[in-house]
């Protein structure tokens, strides 16, 4: 089977040696389970650094949207007063 994935392409070096190594030992089903938890692993990993990263992010993007609409909201009210006291002045 690993010959077969290896010519194949796509997998790791890492994936290909288990693999061969369960092939040749008789215990195939348990080298393609450590693997299957290894890259899982490895997946909730890059979805927490993944997610480290977007916080500040998302943040920013949701303040500066936040800020937008306070400004759009009290800016007609400014502009108001000032003719108000245009009027009566």
């Known amino acids: 089977i690993w010959q077969a994935l290896a010519n194949g392409g796509g997998f ?4 290909l040696q288990l693999i061969r190594t369960g092939e040749a030992s ?10 299957a938890r290894h890259h899982s692993e490895q997946t909730h990993q890059q979805a927490d650094n993944l997610a480290t990263l977007l916080e500040p992010m ?12 306070v400004v759009a909201m009290y800016l007609p009210i400014f502009h ?6 245009g009027m009566g002045g």
Request: charged fraction near 10%; hydrophobic fraction near 50%; include cysteine.
């Open 26 to 35: 008789g215990s195939l089903d348990t080298m393609l389970e450590n693997l």
């Open 12 to 15: 790791t070096p890492l994936c």
């Open 80 to 85: 108001l007063g000032d003719a108000i006291s």
């Open 58 to 69: 998302m943040l920013v993007v949701t303040g500066t949207i936040v800020g937008v609409l």
